[in-house]
């Protein structure tokens, strides 16, 4: 028995690429097979194993007898079952082989090479239990991981199959796989004692049965136990009687009176053997006692004792009680209980009591383990007779056992751009009871984007029902809730964690759609000028961000050479000083860009004000220095009344705002008290009466003074011509030659008249009362003969003499005063020289007046700044 798993090898596909001498061995073993083993392999062997094969002249010959063509066509038939279920993988091996026996090719079965098993994730999945099986990734065969025991994992089920999947985890598939395991003669048969004593009276009659041990042999079919044997013994034979379930049993049957006193006790021996090669068997001594006469035996109320428990009775509880009567009296008639034929793993379960036949629960039940019991009861009594009952013991499963929840294989990370229905993990669901208390709902808690999808048997899939994002969640706690139709209902939750993996799909953004800022002139080369800030939700390197500048040109200049930007923390620097006159504002495009594949970005404008500073002096428009190197002179008439205006100084300031506003004052003046300079306007006016005693030429310092922090100034010296008419002036200019002449002739002049002075105190009065009257009376003729002379001549003149130009005009202008001098504007008329007297060399020279360029004032729709 134990050489048919070995022919079965041959017969599965990998048997078909064997050498053709080694077929003609195989074949060669396969002619001298039993015929009862013959029938047996037929139905496993697939007829494309004897494909190829030679066969000698004598197997030839063989070939035609009917018999052997029967065998060939019922091979072809029975092959069909082998090739149908593709998905089904089917082996065959006998038990006790060693661990690494080859079980079958395991890879040219799932149509692989042996090297692909390790790299596309082949493995053994199964539910609970010890791994019996296992891959050799080398060979890509599949072996046995230990020593495997049939009667062990089936008892003594007719087939033995262990079931499991193999899973292709790249592509979440699997295979199921079927191994029967074939029993092997490798367990004696075994009675439950090596003794056994019958007592028998005497006056017991001939054709008396009395029951014998069964003997107990785990392995199946022939293997199993085939027959009983009793020792020769003339009083006594052996009886072997079946059950309705096929089952044999031994009974002691009487064939011959007994008697006592010729012999008082009888030894047996009984002998229990199985068919398989070699053979096995067991043996009990039997000793038969002989009793004086007890007539009656004990008499079972029931032949049969039926009872139903559930599995969760408590130890200690009683079961039922069996009953059984003797019609004896005294000690014949006393009837005691004993088990009769139980297993050793099922005698611990239970406790008799020997005389009131009461059968307690001494283990805990399980229905997963046994739900049922079959219980051998003697009843014997002191006579040595015996009766014997059955308990059928049904165990009801009770929801005692929750479902359980195996993960076979998750997959985490998963991107967040998975399309709906990727597999996320793959779960195998059981739960241990029967019925409706074995059958599970799988679900999942919540609502997140997932679903479970049966797969084949008890396997779960686990896959995206809805869209991720990682920016909302960037990892799920899925909880999986196994139920089982119980009442009440139990139910298993398991936990998964399922981190979700960025891709860049969001650009980076800013919080603000414009940024303004400012940032004062004259500002040192290097200088941070503002600092932008973007956001990508991404993560990692597609968070990453860097920044840069549009390119764009200001005022023919490239936009970097003004400004740039560190690249990482987005700070903005300048590269030059800006200047507030030169311009006033910058306009850029700041780009965010963040490191994906593709990059994504996104832009904002900056926009940066150049506020001014008080970086610029006044600058004095008028009066201006002549070209020629001669003297500007103002003239002002002796008859002049105080506020007379005798010029104006016209300054402008190239600032703007308050750095622009200007203040006059008169800083330095050789007649103190005869000036005075308006704050805001700049106009010179008098501010007294002139007197006979005033000097000709008054020298007066004006500075204009902006009002920035710190305030600039500027300072302009006016040379003003005091007298009535002109010739008086060219008489009295005459004298003005140079400086330092002009002083000399002066300390000359004084020390004469001090001594003068001092002689004629008196005389000098007189003389100078006298002449000032009359050089009023002449002043007063000279200006009506000149008024005569040149009529609708202004007062303006050009008066030139020896090299020397005076400046005279009557003032006549119109001032507009802004915040920002630079856009100030001064109208200036048309000047007359048709009453100028100028020298010869200063005819040729231009209008001092067109140096006044319009340019320079220009004329913008600004506030005007009220004077103070």
Known sequence: MHKAPQFLQTCSPAAAKLTPEFKVRRLQKFHVVTERKRNRLIHTCPVRALRGVRVPATMAAERNRPDRGELILLCLFLRMPWEAGARQIRYSIPEELQKGSFVGNISKDLGLESRELAERGVRIVSRGRTQLFSLNPRSGSLITAGRIDREELCAQSSRCLVNFNILVEDKVKLFGVEIEVTDINDNAPKFQAENLDIKINENVAPGMRFPLPEADDPDVGVNSLQSYQLSPNKHFSLGVQSRANGVKYPELVLERALDREEEAVHHLVLTASDGGDPLRSGTVLISVTVFDTNDNAPVFTLPEYRVRVPENLPVGTLLLAVTATDRDEGVNGE?????????????????????????????????????????????????????????????????????????????????????????????????????????????????????????IDNYYRLVTHGSLDREQVSSYNITLTATDGGSPPLSTETHLTLHVADINDNPPTFPRVAYYTYIPENNPRGASIFSVTAHDPDSERNARITYS????????????????????????????????????????????????????????????????????????????????????????????????????????????????????????????????????????????????????????????????????????????????????????????????????????????????????VYLAFVIALLALRLRRWSKSRLLQAAGGGLPGVPASHFVGVDGMRAFLQTYSHEISLTADSRTSHVIFPQPNYADTLISQESCEKKDPLSMLDDSRFPIEDTPLVPEQ
């Open 549 to 760: 500048v549009a390119d764009d040109t200001i005022q023919g200049a490239p936009l970097s050479s003004y400004v740039s930007i560190n690249s990482d923390t987005g700070v903005v620097y300048a590269l030059r000083s800006f200047d507030y006159e030169q311009f006033r504002d910058l306009q850029m495009q700041v780009t965010a860009s963040d490191s994906g594949d593709p990059p994504l970005s996104s832009n904002v404008s900056l926009s940066l004000f150049v506020l001014d500073q008080n970086d610029n002096a006044p600058e004095i428009l008028y009066p201006t220095l002549p070209t020629d190197g001669s003297t500007g002179v103002e003239l002002a008439p002796r008859s002049a009344e105080p506020g007379y205006l005798v010029t104006k100084v016209v300054a402008v300031d190239r600032d703007s705002g308050q750095n622009a506003w200007l203040s006059y004052r008169l800083l330095k003046a050789s007649e103190p008290g005869l000036f005075a300079v308006g704050l805001h306007t700049g106009e010179v006016r008098t501010a007294r009466a002139l007197l006979d005693r005033d000097a000709l030429k008054q020298s007066l310092v004006v500075a204009v003074q902006d009002h920035g922090q710190p305030p600039l100034s500027a300072t302009v010296t006016l040379t003003v011509a005091v007298a009535d008419s002109i010739p008086d002036v060219l008489a009295d200019l005459g004298s003005l030659d140079s400086p330092a002449n002009h002083d000399a002739s002066g300390l000359t002049l004084y020390l004469v008249v001090a001594v003068t002075t001092v002689s004629c």
């Open 335 to 455: 009837v005691t209980y004993s088990f009769r034929k139980l297993p050793d793993t099922q005698l611990s379960k239970f406790q008799l009591n020997k005389n009131t036949g009461e059968i307690n629960l001494s283990e805990n039940l399980d229905f997963e383990e046994t739900g049922f019991y079959e219980i051998e009861i003697q009843a014997e009594d002191g006579g040595a007779y015996h009766a014997t009952a059955k308990v059928l013991l049904t165990v009801e499963d009770v929801n005692d056992n929750s479902p359980e929840v195996t993960i076979t294989s998750l997959f985490s990370p998963v991107t967040e751009d998975s399309p709906l229905g990727t597999v996320i993990a793959l779960l195998n669901v059981h739960d241990q009871d029967s019925g409706q208390n074995g059958q599970v709902t799988c679900s999942v808690s919540g609502n997140p984007p997932f679903k479970l999808e049966k797969s």
